[in-house]
């Protein structure tokens, strides 16, 4: 635990890529294996489940420090992480016994065992630990036991130390820490708790390498070793089943096609025929894979999806072995595609009932294929991809598999004319792919680029704001706002609209937590109301990526993805927008 404390210390201090990047490379060459691959996975951003309920934690903290609870709960209020109130709490209370040594993989184990353990055991266990840790350790120690772990680094660069570490591609080491590696290594859950995974090949009864199944990583140090052993391994090591392959990602554009150019990029996009124009969908960005006589759906996310999609499963039974598609997991009724709002009602669904399967359909829209007859084929061309895979959706014939359809232009006004629709076909705007590039890992400027249209927007009145947390635990930035509901701006009540956390600079939030904490009206818990009528108040655009009717909000309206564009200081409140603004933005 000593070595990925510093670590963490470390990556908090950088600023620097390259600093970061030779820190965790130093941390891999110097940890035991086990733990190392531990620190690999949540270098790689992700986490334990959450093992006891922060109120028995914060109960617990005011008996080990003999602090009133009421004290406990406005430091927390006051720091505004759990984990960090708890370590600095407990680091003026008296440490008798000597501090206990124990790695990163064996506190892992010891944290997985204590989530089985009687209330009053937990309790006991903990008092026990956070007497004898150092106040590093301890903090460390906290996020892990409250699944709040996150650090300062992305997947990719954790990929790129560890390909630094093993003198390996570090495209091999992204492609090795896709899937089944990660699902096995980090989601550490009791076997009475894993999801059982459709009978895949290739291990034991759920079909995971022995070596690395279940919870073995955490309760079986060697498991571990051997799986960090097997990401170093030099070749090309067979891989699981069920592995996707890492995504290649998109680069943004904000404006025009002629900005690109402008932007002094090497090449520039050059001649709209140069490049597969299609929709950029709205939707669950996923791998669809075809192997061992099984069908693996996973996210973006590296989530497997397997029993969520069933029809998507169904439609893939029919794909030759070997191969993996990349593409769009859709709500479509077989003739057209549904709202982002029928989507959501399968989101988070591990089964769907004959109901659920009948209201919200969905469909995987191919646009890719990463492999064919068990064969790599991202090193061809995607005129090549895009040629074969136009040949093995329509063999097929399965209702639930979709070709995604080419946009057609044979002009740059053309397409940014069809871009123009994109809003009324239920879509975010296009996808641009240059015919020759390869399918790269990750993100790689100057191949694909999506061309969205610009987030709609409204002006709003600041309601009610709330602390942040974190550095952001004393600053009020977290903001209810709302419109005017009468037929006209400045008329009626306020309806709060959305809630916002971003988009304003440091300096601003300061200016803002001034004149909140000046203009309070009235307190609740945590929250305060502000002054906010038509001759007072603050106003403050928001941008939004789409919206959609609801009926579990007052104002009947959810927007999608808010954030704070502007604030409009120069703007009265009897001027932002009203509940009929919104609603005309609404799709028809």
Same mark, same amino acid.
């Given at each position: 635990?000593?070595?990925?404390?510093?670590?963490? *210390?470390?990556?908090?201090?950088?600023?620097?890529?390259?600093?970061?990047?030779?820190?965790?490379? *130093?941390?891999?060459?110097?940890?035991?294996?086990?733990?190392?691959?531990?620190?690999?996975?949540?270098?790689?951003?992700?986490?334990?489940?959450?093992?006891?309920?922060?109120?028995?934690?914060?109960?617990?903290?005011?008996?080990?420090?003999? $602090?009133?609870?009421?004290?406990?709960?406005?430091?927390?209020?006051?720091?505004?992480?759990?984990?960090?109130?708890?370590?600095?709490? $407990?680091?003026?209370?008296?440490?008798?016994?000597?501090?206990?040594?124990?790695?990163?993989?064996?506190?892992?184990?010891?944290?997985?065992?204590?989530?089985?353990?009687?209330?009053?055991?937990?309790?006991?266990?903990?008092?026990?630990?956070?007497?004898?840790?150092?106040?590093?350790?301890?903090? $460390?120690?906290?996020?892990?036991?409250?699944?709040?772990?996150?650090?300062?680094?992305?997947?990719?660069?954790?990929?790129?130390?560890?390909?630094?570490?093993?003198?390996?591609?570090?495209?091999?080491?992204?492609?090795?820490?896709?899937?089944?590696?990660?699902?096995?290594?980090?989601?550490?859950?009791?076997?009475?708790?894993?999801?059982?995974?459709?009978?895949?090949?290739?291990?034991?009864?759920?079909?995971?390498?022995?070596?690395?199944?279940?919870?073995?990583?955490?309760?079986?140090?060697?498991?571990?070793?051997?799986?960090?052993?097997?990401?170093?391994?030099?070749?090309?090591?067979?891989?699981?089943?069920?592995?996707?392959?890492?995504?290649? $990602?998109?680069?943004?554009?904000?404006?025009?096609?002629?900005?690109?150019?402008?932007?002094?990029?090497?090449?520039?996009?050059?001649?709209?025929?140069?490049?597969?124009?299609?929709?950029?969908?709205?939707?669950?960005?996923?791998?669809?894979?075809?192997?061992?006589?099984?069908?693996?759906?996973?996210?973006?996310?590296?989530?497997?999806?397997?029993?969520?999609?069933?029809?998507?499963?169904?439609?893939?039974?029919?794909?030759?072995?070997?191969?993996?598609?990349?593409?769009?997991?859709?709500?479509?009724?077989?003739?057209?595609?549904?709202?982002?709002?029928?989507?959501?009602?399968?989101?988070?669904?591990?089964?769907?009932?004959?109901?659920?399967?009948?209201?919200?359909?969905?469909?995987?829209?191919?646009?890719?294929?990463?492999?064919?007859?068990?064969?790599?084929?991202?090193?061809?061309?995607?005129?090549?991809?895009?040629?074969?895979?136009?040949?093995?959706?329509?063999?097929?014939?399965?209702?639930?598999?979709?070709?995604?359809?080419?946009?057609?232009?044979?002009?740059?006004?053309?397409?940014?004319?069809?871009?123009?629709?994109?809003?009324?076909?239920?879509?975010?705007?296009?996808?641009?792919?240059?015919?020759?590039?390869?399918?790269?890992?990750?993100?790689?400027?100057?191949?694909?680029?999506?061309?969205?249209?610009?987030?709609?927007?409204?002006?709003?009145?600041?309601?009610?704001?709330?602390?942040?947390?974190?550095?952001?635990?004393?600053?009020?930035?977290?903001?209810?706002?709302?419109?005017?509901?009468?037929?006209?701006?400045?008329?009626?009540?306020?309806?709060?609209?959305?809630?916002?956390?971003?988009?304003?600079?440091?300096?601003?939030?300061?200016?803002?937590?001034?004149?909140?904490?000046?203009?309070?009206?009235?307190?609740?818990?945590?929250?305060?109301?502000?002054?906010?009528?038509?001759?007072?108040?603050?106003?403050?655009?928001? *941008?939004?990526?789409?919206?959609?009717?609801?009926?579990?909000?007052?104002?009947?309206?959810?927007?999608?993805?808010?954030?704070?564009?502007?604030?409009?200081?120069?703007?009265?409140?009897?001027?932002?927008?009203?509940?009929?603004?919104?609603?005309?933005?609404?799709?028809?």
């Amino acid at each position: 635990m000593k070595r990925f404390a510093a670590l963490y *210390a470390r990556l908090d201090d950088s600023r620097a890529t390259s600093a970061k990047v030779e820190a965790m490379r *130093a941390y891999f060459a110097e940890a035991p294996a086990a733990d190392a691959a531990w620190g690999l996975y949540f270098l790689s951003g992700q986490r334990l489940k959450r093992l006891i309920a922060p109120t028995l934690l914060r109960s617990w903290i005011s008996d080990a420090t003999g $602090l009133a609870p009421a004290i406990v709960e406005e430091c927390y209020a006051h720091v505004g992480d759990l984990a960090e109130t708890l370590a600095l709490l $407990l680091d003026r209370a008296a440490r008798p016994q000597p501090p206990i040594e124990r790695g990163l993989a064996e506190w892992v184990a010891w944290l997985l065992a204590l989530r089985e353990q009687e209330v009053e055991a937990q309790r006991t266990a903990l008092l026990d630990v956070w007497a004898r840790l150092p106040l590093d350790e301890c903090f $460390l120690f906290n996020k892990l036991l409250t699944g709040a772990l996150r650090v300062g680094v992305s997947s990719g660069l954790a990929a790129r130390a560890l390909a630094l570490h093993a003198g390996l591609d570090e495209t091999l080491i992204a492609q090795r820490l896709m899937g089944e590696w990660l699902r096995v290594a980090s989601t550490a859950r009791s076997r009475h708790e894993r999801p059982a995974m459709n009978g895949r090949a290739g291990g034991g009864e759920d079909g995971l390498p022995a070596a690395v199944k279940g919870d073995s990583l955490a309760n079986h140090p060697d498991s571990a070793a051997q799986a960090f052993a097997a990401l170093l391994a030099p070749g090309s090591a067979e891989a699981h089943p069920s592995q996707p392959y890492p995504f290649c $990602l998109a680069s943004p554009i904000e404006d025009a096609p002629d900005a690109i150019w402008d932007a002094g990029l090497p090449s520039g996009l050059g001649p709209v025929a140069d490049y597969l124009a299609e929709w950029k969908w709205d939707g669950i960005r996923g791998q669809l894979i075809r192997r061992a006589g099984q069908t693996f759906l996973w996210s973006r996310g590296e989530e497997l999806l397997n029993g969520r999609f069933p029809e998507i499963e169904a439609a893939a039974a029919g794909l030759p072995d070997g191969t993996v598609l990349d593409g769009e997991i859709l709500a479509h009724d077989g003739a057209a595609v549904l709202p982002f709002a029928k989507l959501q009602t399968r989101i988070g669904r591990k089964t769907v009932g004959r109901k659920l399967l009948a209201e919200a359909p969905v469909a995987f829209v191919a646009y890719d294929l990463i492999e064919w007859l068990h064969e790599d084929w991202r090193g061809r061309s995607l005129a090549e991809r895009r040629a074969q895979l136009e040949t093995i959706v329509a063999s097929s014939a399965a209702p639930r598999l979709k070709l995604s359809e080419p946009v057609s232009a044979d002009s740059w006004e053309a397409l940014a004319a069809s871009r123009a629709e994109a809003r009324e076909r239920g879509v975010e705007g296009l996808m641009l792919k240059a015919r020759d590039s390869r399918y790269q890992t990750g993100r790689k400027r100057g191949a694909w680029w999506k061309w969205k249209l610009a987030a709609m927007s409204i002006d709003c009145v600041l309601l009610y704001a709330q602390a942040g947390h974190g550095r952001r635990a004393n600053l009020y930035t977290d903001y209810t706002l709302a419109v005017w509901e009468g037929p006209n701006p400045g008329e009626g009540l306020l309806l709060p609209v959305a809630k916002a956390y971003s988009g304003l600079t440091d300096a601003e939030l300061t200016r803002m937590d001034s004149w909140i904490k000046k203009h309070t009206r009235e307190k609740f818990g945590p929250v305060r109301s502000v002054e906010a009528s038509a001759d007072a108040g603050q106003v403050f655009e928001i *941008a939004f990526e789409g919206i959609q009717a609801s009926s579990r909000h007052k104002a009947g309206v959810a927007l999608r993805f808010p954030r704070i564009a502007r604030w409009r200081t120069d703007k009265p409140a009897r001027e932002a927008n009203t509940l009929a603004d919104l609603k005309r933005l609404l799709p028809r």
